[in-house]
Each structure stands twice: as structure tokens, then as C-alpha cells.
């Protein structure tokens, strides 16, 4: 916060005047049940993805509207799967009936691409966006078959797989943002699956020790074995020299990763740019987190504070600027 309050109002004004954290990102949506639609999906982004909330929040009103649209039906699909599997693991439902649900709710997407609105508070936002932006129905349903693969996958054996499942759960998302970002150049379309994929090996490093909890293994079978660690002693939570010598492996290959997006934000529509590299930004510094706790993962989970979020804006403004 102290870098905030050094830098001259005049400095960082452009990007705030155009923040829109009063009501009007929403209120300005004048029928009804499109705008309570929004509202529900603005609260669903704010809950679950506060790093990527705050970044939003930089975009024009237009724009934050339809990103909050997009987090929503992605977060939806994720907690459809992640509630059928704890479902299943109770006998409430078998695996079959998973699946006719996830493809009911294939097909109403389906019917909102066509023209045809369901009942659906995100599929009605989504349906609005769809007015304005151009987002490929076979991303969404690359997401769909994407978190899909946790219901029967568990294990993944060499980072060519971890690399799928993150394009599909991850850059997939990138991809269709990008659509509502704006670009200048295609080339833009390949960075962002970068920073998917980036931000997907995060996710999985800080949570190593929660997916434990699920019987999951994201981390590559063969690059375990490499570093000379067994599941037994994920399981066993052994924070050893091999495991810090993994860790450190897997956290520069993410920071790759960020780098090779960062070649993508000067391609971004100039009103899109600052958002997208605070995200970028703060994401990534999840990594470094991971570092300063002494790579325990298994049972700290690395995250920022606001304080810590909010610090990096002067920096970021100036460097979103050049």
C-alpha cells in the first residue's frame, strides 16, 4: 500500500478513472433479470478468484461484465465435476449419471450458442456476451472434456499429459478471454495459452498438499522418480533435499512459462493490458511464496495478501505502460 500512496494521483489516474469499482459495471445493464445474471456472476468471480477478481476490475465496464460471465461458467463446469465426485465416492450417484448430467448441461451450452437462452443465470450472461464477442464453442467444451479428466484420472505420467489437461483447464480459458481482451495479432492466441499453463502449474504447486487429501497427483510420474521421490512420500508429506530440488524445477519451469506470455501483453488492446499483467503479475508470485515458506506445500498453501496485491500496481502501471 505505501507504493500506492507514494505515487502522485496523476500517475496512475488514467487507469483508475476507468477502474469502475463503483456500481455501474453493473447497474448501467438496464433489463432486470440480465443485469441480477451479472450481479451472480460478478459475486461468483469476487468469492473464488480474488487475484483474478482484482485485475478485472482494471478492464472497461463492458468488458469486466463479460469476463465475470466467462469465470462463472468456468467455475460452474469445475464445481460440477468436483461436486459429482464427491457424489460418486458416497454412492449417491453412479459414474453414468455423472456423465448424463455433465451432457445435459453440454447440450443447454450448446442451445445458448445457437440462439436458444435457458433459465440458467450464467448461461443468460453468457448468452450477452455472446452479442458482443466472438468465443469459439469448442473452447468451452475443450473445458468441459478437461475437467472431466478428474473424475477418472488421478495420475499423470510425464508432462506431456499434465501439459494437455492444462491446455484444456486452463489455456482454454486464456483463450477465451483473449477473444474479449482484444488483440492486435494471433500470435497473441499462442502466449495466451502460456500464461494457461503458467498459471495452471501454479495452481498445482500450491496445492500439492490438498489434492494429497483427494488421492490426486498432478506431478509428473517420471520426473518424481528422476528426483528420487515416491508417492509414498508425497503421502507422508517428506520434505527432503530431493523434494526441494524438485520443487525448485517445477516452479522455473511455470516462470518459463510466464515469461513466454509476457511477449503477448504488448499485443493486447491497450485498455486490456494492465489487467491482464496485474493478473499475470500477482499470479506468479504465488512461486515465490512457495520459495519463502521452504517449498511446504504439503500442509501451508502459499496465496497473497491484498496488501501484497495492491502493492505491485504503480510498478505494474508503469510497466504496462512501456
Not at 466472438?134 to 484420472?153: A, F, N, Q, R, Y
Amino acid at each position: 500500500m505505501n507504493g500506492i500512496l507514494k505515487l502522485p494521483y496523476t500517475m496512475i489516474r488514467p487507469v483508475y478513472e476507468r477502474t469502475s469499482f463503483h456500481k455501474s459495471v453493473i447497474d448501467e445493464v438496464h433489463v432486470p433479470h440480465l443485469r441480477d445474471a451479472y450481479k451472480i456472476c460478478r459475486s461468483i468471480t469476487r468469492e473464488h478468484a480474488k487475484t483474478f477478481y482484482l485485475a478485472t476490475r482494471f478492464l472497461p465496464n463492458k468488458k469486466q461484465r463479460s469476463i465475470f460471465a466467462i469465470y462463472a461458467l468456468c467455475r460452474f463446469v469445475d464445481d460440477l465435476v468436483d461436486e459429482a465426485e464427491d457424489l460418486i465416492e458416497n454412492n449417491q450417484l453412479t459414474h453414468d449419471e455423472i456423465i448424463s448430467m455433465i451432457e445435459s448441461w453440454k447440450s443447454k451450452l450448446i442451445d445458448t450458442y445457437n440462439g436458444r437462452v435457458h433459465d440458467h443465470t450464467i448461461l443468460i450472461a453468457l448468452a450477452d456476451t455472446l452479442k458482443t464477442y466472438h468465443i469459439p464453442l469448442s473452447h468451452c467444451l475443450e473445458l468441459i472434456e478437461g475437467v472431466s479428466m478428474d473424475l477418472t484420472k488421478k495420475r499423470y505420467n510425464n508432462f506431456d499429459e499434465l501439459y494437455t489437461y492444462s491446455y484444456k483447464v486452463a489455456s482454454v480459458v486464456g483463450l477465451m478471454t483473449s477473444e474479449i481482451f482484444g488483440y492486435s495479432d494471433e500470435k497473441a492466441l499462442q502466449y495466451a495459452v502460456d500464461l494457461g499453463i503458467a498459471m495452471q502449474l501454479t495452481n498445482i504447486l500450491r496445492d500439492i498438499g490438498e489434492d494429497l487429501t483427494k488421492g490426486r497427483i498432478y506431478l509428473p510420474a517420471d520426473e518424481l522418480k528422476e528426483f528420487g521421490i515416491t508417492e509414498e512420500d508425497l503421502f507422508n508429506h517428506k520434505l527432503d533435499e530431493n523434494f526441494i530440488e524438485f520443487m525448485e524445477f517445477q516452479i522455473k519451469r511455470a516462470e518459463y512459462y510466464y515469461n513466454e506470455a509476457d511477449k503477448g501483453i504488448p499485443l493486447l488492446s491497450a485498455d486490456s493490458r494492465y489487467a491482464v499483467y496485474l493478473a499475470r503479475q500477482n499470479y506468479s508470485r504465488i512461486l515465490n511464496k512457495i520459495r519463502k515458506n521452504n517449498y511446504q506445500v504439503f500442509t501451508q498453501r502459499a496465496y497473497l495478501s491484498t496488501a501484497e496485491k495492491l502493492s505491485l500496481l504503480p510498478k505494474i502501471w508503469w510497466a504496462a505502460k512501456r
